[in-house]
């Protein structure tokens, strides 16, 4: 029974540390890498509030130091994604007849404990497990994913209330139901935040959820659904699973309850997901909702008025925090023919000031990438570039695995403006420029708009503010989250909704009450007061 309408104020957006020298966050930080370090974590699947070990593991070793092993994860097989689906469909009843108050303070109470006590965790498992710098991972595996679960508690509570009007004689409401059957969420390596985000979102709409990780992200995803727990999560409402993706997409994709999927991940994979979700859509029981972030080939503009500083800080930044591995990263420049020689040089000595290594060294900027899939893949693309004639590595190009997969932050510069790393998505600490003829700007706004087939991020920096306005308006598809006189990457919640079209997506906006009307199905009810009793209208009495 309901006694009041709940409603959530809109929250601030959590405080960054800084972890500055001297900090006590800074100091707690190291204790707790040390603590982790120490320990060797054996990690079950849960399913149905249940820990589940297999028998059949699989270790984790950071990326940057190969040779020690924090733990191990156990890996299941097709039986357990159903067990999975099973006990969401059990919990789906109670879940979904939860008042929306008492869903959402379980969330909001985890959100409160990765703020206080477990926020040295949530950093130091995505530190050591994906590799990021102390900074990288506050602002994702502590400060985004407090705002994933506060901001959409609260957009979750300005959806509900609203509300359709009433004539004469008659209320009229609206339900926002859970969808029928269960939502599998499957999520990326490279943001812990989009780990704890995909899951909850479908969740706290009263969904019920089979939650698949990345492989090497594993680390992170056990200590956030450790937190759901404590916070008062019941059984079976998110299902963690580590099992390989194409035994989860066929177990789920095929089953008559499946009703949606979250998704974060490669463009490839997508494509495939759709693909099979559209030739079983007479198994299911509704039309399953489809969501996905998917890739991204973003392109910063800068305009002959430029400050050639601000472009370097905004290239350095954009295209190598994190080792390039966001979706968002800075991955190809257009520099104009007046200013190009400065910005170049600045990004060499940028690079050249980079200090890369572990990422309990909280002095290095670059660590390494998350896997040997992923460094020989970048490693093929330095390689050709070293060989090819319509390419110049202007600082970097080498890498090495031997302690950990560590790539060089690398500068190329293309003189063919299709050149394959202009065009295609890297993954890594890799920035591709082209220079351009400082009096064409229409035809380097020409150049960003069909070079690739993403449109998810995308930066113009200029101090002409007539150029700026002829971008934004040439530039409308080309880029879901666009920035003026800044990097393209760093999207805040609440601030930033994130999401791009085209090849990256299906521009649902991540942080923002679009994403949670995905998770939602609307039932009017009208309720007339005074029935007619009689069928026949005015219009039909005789003159």
Request: aromatic content about 10%; hydrophobic content about 35%; proline content about 6%.
């Amino acid at each position: 029974m309901s006694f009041g309408t709940p409603s959530i104020p809109l929250p601030a957006n959590e405080p960054v540390l800084s972890y500055a020298p001297g900090s006590p966050e800074r100091a707690r930080q190291k204790a707790v890498l040390a603590e982790l370090k120490s320990t060797t974590l054996d990690i079950p699947m849960i399913i149905n509030g249940q820990e589940v070990r297999t028998g059949q593991t699989s270790p984790i070793h950071p990326p940057h130091e190969l040779a020690h092993t924090l733990g191990q994860f156990h890996v299941g097989d097709r039986t357990y994604v159903q067990s999975a689906i099973d006990a969401a469909l059990r919990a789906k009843a109670d879940w979904e007849a939860m008042s929306y108050e008492n869903r959402a303070n379980i969330f909001l109470r985890a959100a409160d404990l990765i703020a206080t006590k477990y926020r040295p965790y949530m950093n130091g498992t995505t530190m050591l497990g994906q590799s990021k710098n102390v900074y990288q991972a506050e602002i994702d595996s502590a400060c985004e994913i407090i705002d994933f679960l506060r901001f959409n508690v609260h957009f979750l509570s300005e959806i509900y209330r609203q509300q359709p009007v009433s004539g004469p004689g008659m209320h009229n409401r609206m339900e926002y139901r859970a969808l029928e059957g269960f939502v599998l969420a499957v999520t990326p390596f490279n943001f812990t935040a989009i780990g704890g985000n995909l899951p909850t979102a479908p969740a706290m709409c009263g969904n019920v959820v089979v939650w698949k990780p990345a492989n090497t992200q594993v680390y992170s995803a056990q200590m956030f659904m450790k937190i759901l727990q404590e916070a008062g999560l019941p059984p079976g409402v998110i299902n963690l699973v580590f099992v390989d993706g194409p035994t989860v997409g066929d177990t789920c994709f095929s089953h008559p309850d499946f009703a949606g999927v979250h998704f974060t991940g490669s463009t490839g994979t997508f494509n495939r997901m759709w693909k099979t979700i559209g030739e079983n859509i007479a198994t299911y029981r509704s039309y399953p909702r489809i969501v996905g972030e998917t890739g991204g080939k973003d392109f910063v503009l800068v305009h002959k008025s430029a400050d050639p500083q601000v472009v370097a800080t905004a290239l350095l930044r954009g295209a190598f925090e994190y080792q390039g591995q966001k979706c968002s990263a800075a991955s190809r420049a257009y520099l104009p023919s007046n200013l190009a020689a400065e910005i170049k040089r600045l990004l060499i000595d940028g690079v050249k000031s980079f200090k890369v290594g572990t990422t309990e060294d909280f002095s290095n900027f670059v660590n390494a990438v998350i896997d040997e899939k992923s460094f020989d893949s970048i490693t093929q693309y330095l390689q050709q570039a070293h060989q090819d004639p319509e390419a110049t590595i202007l600082v970097g190009g080498g890498s090495n695995k031997s302690k950990g997969y560590f790539i060089e932050p690398t500068v190329i510069e293309a003189s063919n403006p299709k050149y394959r790393t202009m065009c295609e998505e890297i993954f890594g600490p890799v920035l591709t420029v082209y220079v351009y003829d400082e009096n064409d700007f229409e035809g380097a706004l020409d150049l960003v708009d069909s070079t690739s087939p993403y449109a998810l991020t995308g930066a113009v920096i200029s101090q002409d503010r007539a150029a700026v306005d002829r971008a934004t308006e040439r530039l409308r598809h080309s880029a879901g989250n666009f920035y003026i006189n800044d990097k393209p990457t760093g999207a805040v919640v609440g601030q930033q909704p994130f999401g791009g079209a085209r090849g990256s997506g299906t521009n649902d906006k991540a942080g923002s009450m679009l994403n949670l009307y995905r998770w939602l199905s609307a039932r009017t009810i009208k309720e007339t007061f005074v029935p007619p009793t009689e069928y026949r209208y005015p219009f039909m009495g005789e003159a």
